[in-house]
């Protein structure tokens, strides 16, 4: 990744800025010593991801939305709901222009730090759950431009559901963007967030994203991640969820297209009595597109009596690629434990594979915990018996694969975004005309 230049005066601008507050000032001295430390041996691995750094990236810069025909009729397909709040990104930058905010909670990262007063939330919770050590995570300390800063009070319980809206609209080949989210639940308050993610055009990117997430005590939070329309892009998104006691965090994945989607989760469970769920679910069927979607979880319990549950489902087809390592930590004085973690997968293609990796490591006794990950095909039975009732065998397919994800969906209690979701797979598998 060639960024010496564009690294030094992006930095010396950035720190040399009034409104930066000392604080951040800070992170980025820290992360660009690491950064100058891994870049190095990073590019010597040999991995997918260190494959993606050999070429010379660009950051896409603000343009003004008139110029790049972004106006209301392209933006009013993402409200699918009226009651909804907004915050619209376009290329990493927030789109102030076109949509009156309606809460008072919801902001951008980069309002926040223009703002004169000191702001405390940003001091005690931005980057503070974020390993430095990871080259990508000093890379978006150091380059993030903007992002979504969402902080709902003490109990505060926050009916309509807010949408961060991700789009990609890039003029040139291997441009790199990086945008981080800083959200914070008070005690006894909830809230629902739902994170799109789509490219408006072909070109190829890399998406660095970061998201962090707080959740004090007995706060209540689902969070939803769609990814869509990104055949050609590189996105590797990481969330930090910090759980404190009687907390409760859903986080409930969909991946539709992706060249590479790398999805990384981490939850802490930093209180007792604290749950946890995480669903997803990967459908790849292009077959004349290469894609490959890799699933990284951790669930660390740090106190007893706490609650964990993940659930994962794969579809893939032509040569699409699918990875999942899940891990499991209990520590020595964390007993009371319920932990359970199952991966699915179904390949469609004899050109199609999936790597799987659920991990458990138990530290504590009095425990009830168990993982376990399963690869197939469709029963041909199933499908026999389908087509004995006069639906075709491409039909059949269809129906058998949907009623295979139909269990992910039921996890959702969002019901727009359900029945979003339910049309979205139905086009997918060539059904919207069936049902």
Do not use: W
Request: glycine share 4%.
């Amino acid at each position: 990744m060639k960024l010496n230049k564009q690294l030094n005066f992006f930095i010396k601008k950035k720190m040399n800025s009034s409104f930066i507050k000392n604080y951040i000032n800070s992170i980025c001295k820290k992360s660009l010593k690491i950064f100058n430390e891994k870049i190095i041996s990073f590019s010597k691995e040999k991995n997918f991801l260190s494959s993606i750094i050999k070429y010379d990236y660009s950051f896409p810069i603000k343009e003004n939305p008139i110029k790049e025909n972004i106006d209301l009729n392209i933006l009013k397909k993402y409200l699918i709901d009226k009651n909804g709040i907004y915050l619209f990104f376009l290329n990493g930058f927030y789109l102030s222009n076109f949509l009156e905010k309606k809460n008072k909670f919801i902001f951008s990262i980069n309002e926040i730090l223009l703002k004169k007063k000191s702001n405390s939330t940003i001091e005690n919770f931005f980057g503070k759950t974020i390993s430095n050590n990871d080259i990508f995570n000093s890379l978006n300390f150091l380059f993030s431009k903007d992002g979504a800063y969402i902080f709902i009070p003490d109990k505060i319980c926050l009916k309509k559901t807010i949408y961060i809206i991700n789009l990609y609209k890039i003029k040139n080949d291997f441009s790199i963007l990086n945008t981080r989210n800083l959200i914070i639940l008070g005690k006894k308050s909830q809230a629902k967030i739902v994170e799109f993610h789509e490219s408006l055009t072909n070109k190829i990117f890399f998406s660095n994203y970061i998201t962090e997430i707080y959740n004090k005590k007995e706060s209540n939070i689902e969070y939803i991640k769609l990814y869509t329309n990104i055949a050609y892009s590189y996105l590797r998104n990481k969330t930090y969820i910090t759980q404190k006691k009687k907390s409760i965090c859903t986080l409930n994945n969909f991946s539709f297209e992706g060249k590479f989607l790398n999805e990384n989760l981490n939850f802490f469970s930093c209180g007792k009595k604290s749950k946890s769920y995480f669903n997803g679910l990967a459908i790849l069927k292009k077959k004349s597109i290469h894609q490959y979607v890799k699933i990284n979880s951790l669930i660390d319990h740090l106190f007893s009596n706490c609650e964990s549950y993940q659930l994962t489902k794969s579809i893939l087809d032509g040569t699409s690629k699918g990875s999942f390592n899940g891990k499991i930590i209990i520590h020595k004085k964390a007993n009371n434990i319920i932990a359970f973690q199952k991966n699915n997968n179904i390949l469609l293609n004899k050109n199609s594979y999936v790597y799987s990796n659920p991990e458990l490591e138990i530290f504590a006794n009095n425990v009830k915990c168990s993982h376990g990950s399963t690869l197939g095909t469709l029963e041909k039975n199933k499908i026999f018996y389908l087509c004995t009732r006069g639906i075709e065998k491409k039909i059949a397919k269809s129906i058998l694969i949907l009623l295979y994800a139909k269990k992910i969906l039921k996890n959702i209690n969002i019901p727009k975004i359900k029945l979003f979701l339910s049309k979205k797979i139905l086009n997918i598998l060539n059904l919207k005309n069936v049902f």
